[in-house]
Every structure is written in C-alpha cells, then in structure tokens.
C-alpha cells in the first residue's frame, strides 16, 4: 500500500479507511498478492475489508509469508498496538531499513494498516500467533527492571535455571497451588524461589507464567531462537555452458514425451488394473519400468504426470487406459506436448515422488499433498531467478525454500526429501540438466507466453520415412508422427526409445495388423509409402506367409463355434487336454462348437501355435475393436478469480455506485468496523434514565439488538442499539 499520500493515510482509522485510500494499481496489487479476496468478486471496498479481516484468509496470507515479514508480523503481535517501526527494530533488534521494508510488504497485503510510526496491526493477525507472540508473556504491570532481574536471579539457587530454561520460548507452565503466598525466606522448590522473587507469577491457580521482562533478559534480548536474515539466500555455484544445458534439457524434456506414448500404448495394449485405493500394483509398475527402460521411480513418475495432465484415467473395472485427451495430446508437436505436461506438473497436487516411497502406490492416495503446487512453483521460481547455466546445490536449495516458506518446513514430510523429488522431476521435464538450470525454468513461469522459439527449436523435427532392414527391423532417423509411430507400432515391436527407435517385425507383430483389419496389400502398400529403401525380401516373404496362415481357423459365436479347414488341426484340437474345459465338440465336417466365450477359444488356439481369425454372425472376418479409451477425467471446476486489474476496476465502480446510508446504517457499519478491527469509537446515546450520554467504547459484539463493548475502565457495558445517536471516532484516538 505504499504510493497514498500521507495526510489521507494519516486520518484513516480503520482498515477499511485505509483500503479506502488504495489507487485502483494499488488495489490490484492487494488482489495479486491476495487472490482469495477477488472471488468471489467484492461489492464495494467494505466489503473486502471484511473479507481481508478473516481468520480465513489471514491465514491464507500468513501461511505464503516468508520468515521474515512472518517474524516481523509476530512482533508487531507481541508489542501492543499501536506501535511504530522503531518499536519494531528495537524488539527484533535490526536494522530499522530492512523493518521499514516489511512493514510495507505487510501493510501491501493489508495484514497492518497505518503510519510508520502508528501502526496497527490486523486483528485476526494478533490472534493468528495468540497466545504468546514469540514466546512472550503480556507485558507485566509492575515490570522488573534489569538490575533487579539480575540480583533476583543471584538470591536463587543454579536448579532454578533448568526451569527458567524450560519457560524461556513458551512462558506458562502447569503448577499446582500456583497462588500460594511465598516469601524468600521460605522459598525451597525453584517454583517457589521464582514465585518469592516475582521472577514467575501466577496466571491462575494452576498456572504460573514467566514474565516478558525476565524472559527477554534471560534471552539476551532476542525475539527469536534463531536468528532470522532479512533477505534469503541467494543461490549461487559455478556456472556452465547455457547452450549446452539447454540441448541437454531438450534431449530429456523430448525423453519424457516419447516415455509417455510407450506407457499410454503399453496401457492400451494391456490395461493394467488398479488397486481398490486407487494406486498401481508394485508388479505392473516394475513391468513398465522394463518396457521403458527405466527404474520405478521414473516410470511411476510418468504414469503420474500423464494422469494429472489427464491423458490417462481409470477405466472399466478400475483399468488404467488412455483418455480421448491422449489422442489429441499426441498429435501435437513436441513444444506443445511439453509445455501441457509442465502445466500440469507445476498444478498437480501430489508429491509425485512419494507415490514409489515403501509401502505407498503410483497413483495412491498417499501422495496427495494440497501445499504441493505452492512448494513446486517456488523451487522452480528460485531456480529461474538463480539464471539459465548456474548449478545449484540441494543443502543451497533447501535453504532458499525454507527462508521463501517456512510452511514447508512444518508439514509432516521431510522438505529435504521432497525436494528432492522435485529436483528429479525437474530434470526429467528439462528444467534442469547436467546439474544446472535450463532456460526452460523460467519459460514456464510465463504461462500465457508461447515457448520462446530458440527452446521449441531445440525438441527434435518429426520425420515421415522409416529405413526397413533386410534383419526385419525398420530404423526411425527421427521422431514420427503419432499416427505413423501407432501404425507402425502396430505391425512391429519398438525395441528401443529415444528421438528416433528400431523397431522389429515377427510372425506375431504382422499378425496383429492382421487382427486388426489389416490385409497383405496394405501391409505392402505401407511399407512401400513409408520406407526411404525398398522392402527387403525376408519381410515379403514373412508378410505373405503370415497372410496365407492366418484364418485357416475361424472363430464365432454360439456360445462360439470354430470352422476348421484342415481336418488334422480339427482331430487335434478335440484331442487337446484343455478341449474338455471349452466344451469343445464336433458340429459338422470342419465345424467345432464349444461352451466357451470366443475370446476365451482365441486365447487357447494362439496357445496352441495357430492364428485364428475371428468372424461376426454373418461369417465375415471382423477387424479387431477399436483401441480402448478411458473417458477423460472431469476434474472439480476450481473457481477462476477475475484478474485483478479487472477485479480492482470493479471494485471501485462498485464503491462508487453504493447508495448513500442512512444515519442508523451508517451507525451500525461504524459500529460492525471497530468491532472487526477492534479500534475505540465515540457513541452518544440516551441513557436508561433519559438523559443523553456520550461515551468511548471498543465494540465487542453486536446482535439482538445490542451493543456489547468495553470501556476506557475495562467495564463491560450494553447499549441498546436503537437508542444510539451517533458513532464517530474518538478524538486523538486509534
């Protein structure tokens, strides 16, 4: 909130008044940094007051705080209200320039309100850090002075120390009879040397409490347990070759998209079934993991990051297969691709890495972290700012998170742990390589900016041509297209990954573009499209001979039936141990029926070394079903707030289109302001005898048609509303 000029800040008395004063880019700036308070949209500026002055968004403000304006709100907690900047330094005892400069962050995102030298804090921020700011009791009414302090201390036995030490950062302690009379002649237990010296006093009958002056001598002075920079961490190290990194960074990022196509098409192929938590079985996970060449962590790592960006979901029966959204994700160019896994990386709420932990599942419920996005977006923010080419250390990091959000360090997971994790999922995404920061990290802070046209360069070119080899293996010299690799997946088995692959043709490849629909001339036709060199003649050969074998079988349904055109593969088909357990018999010459499912008859004849071809009711050959597809998840519609220029604008046409209040609203608006930023106001009203009475009170409460406030005398008074006259504020006053 720094810009207003002084003369209409000085005379605000309430937050209210004071967010009053805010230029529309200053209200922005409230909305940017607070964005819970622009949805929904606030009618007038009133009533972002209130919305701000909530336990609620408070805390939400509070818990983004770095330890900084987090210790500097905290004393502001402890000392009383108002107090200035100086009040400030010389508790935190710092520099008044670095207390000055978080007082205006603070007062930004309207946590305080006032002059330097008047400052009022927000009312749900003192409560936030009750009961003992800092570890500090109240101020005491008679405090010790430090010689006093000091020769209490020498009349006092050394065990009395061990109990200071236990009360030096949280001041009451449980005692019984804690109000008994103790003079220092009688004194014996160091409760009662502490109590005969007023070095501790009672709270209560069961409660003692040390008081703010003794604790802050025996402390040295410090506010703090640790002390506490005003400034973070800068991340530093050696610094590499940016082009260099980058490459590499793009090499990984490329990786990464061509590892989830393999899994989305290894899910489609075989659909692996998931737990009734939701989470992947140990088995699968690590069978993917061969097929992508990885360990665990990595493959889960890809099956998580496809799952959030919703290009595969749970299916029928609780199988995990690609959605509608992989095959549209796929058939965009590389750039595209990775700057959607990224997006949905940086929104996830997960930590992805504790999904492979023991004794948790890829895709499990142990992983959901509601504070993860916030953590994920600082490291990468840290990272951007340290500058493309820099090599940051982990014990560096960790340090710069835990100044930028102490939140993290207080959550139940071990930070150093999951930053880990995310430093990996960093390198595997590209925004870090060969230990350093790519350019990629800061690129992807830019959400509403396309991938800067040196870095979408870097992903490699698609190519349309495939070099087929003599030893049944076809070379990609680059990425394919999505509808090149699916079909020639189809017709050969992808024997390794990266920005090209070998891929191999077998009886069993050709046979499932058969199964497909596929015939032996567009088989051909294919290859002869699609390969830079002409088809060598052991793949021809293995084509046709495929074709000649497959449909000799022919499977339908009645339950199922077979026509055999060999009547020695039909005898030996009756004769197969397994021919009992279908219910296979003899219908006709060339004509098997059986009890069992056509799938299950499909499964048994593969086994038996045939390729059966599978009929509809009309005996025409079928093609095999189209690829099968999970619908894509709905996710919760998150409420997107009005930008906050947007939202400013907003807000003041609505302050000013409000319609005058009539003096009884107007009464009741002042009286529901003080009560919510607990500041005194001047009430005049008619007294129970008539007569008419003026009197400064701080609003408590309102409702059933009454007031309840304190007095300057701490007495507790109520005042029916109807008969109040005026409020305004108390001259000289808060």
Known sequence: MNGPPVNARSRARTLTEALKSLSK??????????????????????????????????????????????????????????????????????????????VGEL?????????????????????????????????????????????????????????????LWSPAGAVRNAERRVDAAGA???????????????????????????????????????????????????SRDGVLVDRAAAGAAFGLLHDVELAAHALA????????????????????????????????????????????????????????????????????????????WLRG???????????????????????????????????AGAGSGITVEPDDLLAAVNWHYPRAARSDTALASVLGGIWREAGWLGLVSLGAVSSY????????????????????????????????????????????????????????????????????????????????????????????????????YLIDDMARQYGSIRVGTAVSYLRVEDPAHATALLAHPDARVLGLRTLAAGVLVATAEASDL???????????????????TLSAPPQQRAASPRRPGVPVPMPAVEAAAAIVAGERSRPALTPVEANLRELELAAGEAVPVRVRYVAADGQPTERDVQPVQLGAGMLRAVDAADTQVAIPLARISSVCPVPGGR
């Open 25 to 102: 880019r200053q209200l922005s700036d409230l909305l940017t940094v607070r964005p819970d308070l622009s949805y929904p949209l606030p009618g007038d500026v009133t009533e972002l007051s209130s919305r701000a002055a909530t336990a609620t968004s408070i805390g939400r403000a509070m818990e983004v705080l770095n330890v900084w304006l987090r210790l500097v709100a905290e004393a502001l907690a402890a000392l009383p209200d108002p107090s200035s900047v100086a009040d400030v330094a010389e508790l935190l005892a710092t520099d008044a320039r670095a207390t000055k400069t978080a």
């Open 602 to 620: 499909v499964a048994f004849l593969r086994a038996a070394g045939h390729s059966p071809a599978v009929e509809d009711a009309d005996g025409s």
């Open 349 to 383: 709420a997960r930590h992805y890495s504790r999904s492979t932990e023991p004794g948790a599942h890829v895709l499990g419920p142990e992983a959901d972290a509601p504070t993860a996005p916030v953590l994920r977006r600082l490291v990468v923010e840290l990272l």
């Open 441 to 540: 990290a800061s690129a992807v802070l830019a959400a509403d900016l396309p991938l800067p046209r040196p870095l979408a360069e870097l992903f490699p070119a698609p190519v349309d041509q495939i070099v087929v080899q003599a030893d049944l293996t076809a070379v990609a010299p680059g990425p394919l297209p999505y509808a090149l690799a699916s079909e020639l997946r189809l017709l050969a088995d992808q024997e390794s990954r990266g920005g090209g692959g070998v891929y191999r043709f077998s009886a069993t490849s050709v046979r499932r573009g058969f199964e497909a629909g596929w015939s032996s001339t567009q088989v051909h036709r294919w290859l002869e499209q699609h390969s830079a060199t002409p088809i060598p003649q052991p793949l021809a």
């Open 188 to 238: 014996r237990s160091p409760v009662e040397q502490l109590l005969a010296r007023q070095l501790l006093r009672p709270l209560d009958a069961d409660t003692v409490i040390l008081p703010r002056e003794v604790a802050l001598r025996l402390r040295g002075g410090r506010f703090a347990a640790e002390p506490v920079s005003p400034v973070p961490p800068e991340l530093t190290g050696p």
């Open 107 to 167: 007062r930004r995102r309207a946590l305080l309100w006032g002059e330097n030298d008047q400052l009022h804090l927000v009312r749900g921020v003192r409560e936030y850090f009750e009961p003992y700011p800092g570890g500090l009791a109240p101020p005491s009414p008679r405090p010790l002075t430090a010689t006093q302090i000091d020769a209490a201390l020498a009349e006092c036995a050394d065990s009395v120390h061990t109990l200071l030490e236990r009360l």
């Open 269 to 344: 192929d075989v659909p692996h079934r998931l737990l009734r938590t939701g989470g992947l079985g140990a088995r699968d996970l690590t069978a993917l993991g061969r097929l992508l060449s990885t360990d665990p962590a990595h493959a889960g790592f890809v099956l998580e990051v496809a799952a959030v960006t919703g290009l595969v979901a749970p299916g029928p029966s609780l199988t995990l297969l690609p959605t509608p959204d992989y095959d549209r994700w796929a058939d965009r160019d590389a750039a595209d691709r990775w700057r959607t896994l990224v997006d949905a």
